[in-house]
């Protein structure tokens, strides 16, 4: 009587390649997540007040010919408004090459960065992750500066149509302030003249 040897079964590790494909899905899956032509992922920042502000003189200064000729409507969707701003964004780009170089370096980080360093090897390894970064975006490759632009604006268009349209809302409410006044002047003035004669 024979007894078979059970052989326990076990995972197959995966393969490098495995590996850096499923870390690379992963990334992707997040829109805040980038991988530019060096193959290094790059988180793309949440615009702050800052970033906010150099994008819209990167945008307003650059593309003054352009402005005429795009329509943007706060009722459209944040997809249609993020296409057409990318393009707007881009054609901007030559006019503000130092601006658009400076806002481009200010908006993504390494993945690997370590947001509070305890100690010096961190402080040291931010310090080349961020070297590497700055070096690669200093003349970026033309790809890499779509990808950046794409994920930020694509991010990040819901929040500036909504902030379009309160803007659009004070300023309704600053003209119907404004005609309101002058209406009451205008009455004011009447019944002066009339109240002289």
Aim: glycine share 6%; aromatic share 4%; no cysteine.
């Amino acid at each position: 009587m024979t007894t078979e040897q059970q052989v326990p079964v076990t995972e197959e590790e995966p393969t490098e390649a495995q590996a850096a494909h499923a870390d690379l899905s992963a990334i992707l899956a997040d829109p805040s997540r980038i991988v530019l032509s060096n193959g290094a992922p790059y988180i793309v920042e949440r615009l702050r007040t800052r970033g906010l502000l150099r994008l819209m003189k990167v945008f307003t200064a650059g593309a003054a010919d352009v402005l005429g000729q795009v329509k943007f409507s706060l009722d459209m969707d944040p997809e249609e408004f993020a296409g057409i701003f990318i393009g707007s964004v881009l054609f901007s780009l030559p006019e503000q090459e130092d601006e658009a170089i400076d806002f481009i370096k200010k908006s993504v980080r390494p993945v690997k960065f370590i947001s509070n360093p305890a100690t010096p090897q961190e402080r040291e390894a931010n310090a080349n992750e961020m070297a590497k970064m700055l070096s690669l975006l200093d003349d970026p490759e033309a790809e890499d500066t779509f990808t950046i632009l794409e994920a930020l604006i694509t991010i990040e268009a819901p929040n500036i149509l909504s902030l379009g349209k309160r803007l659009s809302a004070l300023l309704a409410v600053q003209r119907k302030s404004r005609i309101a006044k002058g209406e009451h002047k205008q009455q004011q003035t009447s019944s002066s003249a009339s109240g002289g004669n």
